[in-house]
């Protein structure tokens, strides 16, 4: 079976990052995303067992939904300085891995992983991918989780040793609702984290 694992950069290295005390190198540079990151990766590739890897990646330029709200994530704190020098470092270490990354500006690393997920499963596709899963912190993502497609999601759940698959059931139990209702559900609710309103 062709299984391609997709990886959301930020929201990995964010958690390697709040999970791990602020390890340094020899020259004394923060490092603890860094190993973190790895670590996580080395576990993905023995417990998910890819033919296929991919990692996405946020880039720095305003997204399309700050153009459409400009309010949209207006709370979040800025990055602290300690991760964003460790960003370059982890993104050395997956291209030594052989490992792909994408990122398109204006757009976020959700985007990416949503558009590639899609684009594997055209039926003239260059490389059939049986199943695809998306390894990520955020549930946003959720919603793309498709059984009949054979999208699913892996979220880490125990700082970086642990972790549970997504199917359409699992999704469901957690939230309520279908992976498909998720944008509805979030059109109603809003979202602090992103800053914006739900119906009122």
Request: charged fraction near 25%; hydrophobic fraction near 40%.
């Amino acid at each position: 079976m062709n299984r391609l694992v997709l990886i959301d950069g930020n929201a990995i290295l964010h958690r390697a990052f709040h999970a791990l005390p602020p390890l340094t190198a020899p020259d004394g540079s923060v490092v603890n995303a860094v190993y973190g990151f790895v670590s996580i990766l080395i576990k993905i590739f023995n417990d998910l067992k890819p033919t296929h890897m991919a990692v996405a990646f946020d880039r720095p330029e305003p997204t399309f939904r700050k153009s459409l709200y400009k309010e949209y994530q207006g709370k979040r704190p800025e990055m602290d300085s300690d991760l964003v020098t460790q960003i370059p470092k982890v993104q050395d270490v997956v291209r030594a891995f052989g490992i792909p990354i994408y990122d398109k500006a204006g757009f976020e690393a959700d985007d990416v992983l949503a558009t590639i997920t899609s684009q594997c499963q055209m039926p003239n596709a260059k490389c059939q991918i049986d199943e695809v899963v998306i390894v990520t912190g955020d549930k946003d993502i959720l919603q793309l989780v498709d059984d009949e497609k054979g999208v699913k999601v892996f979220m880490p759940t125990k700082g970086l040793s642990e972790g549970k698959l997504y199917g359409e059931t699992e999704v469901t139990e957690r939230l309520g609702v279908t992976p498909q209702q998720i944008p509805d559900l979030k059109a109603l609710m809003g979202d602090s984290s992103d800053n914006y309103p739900g119906v009122a």
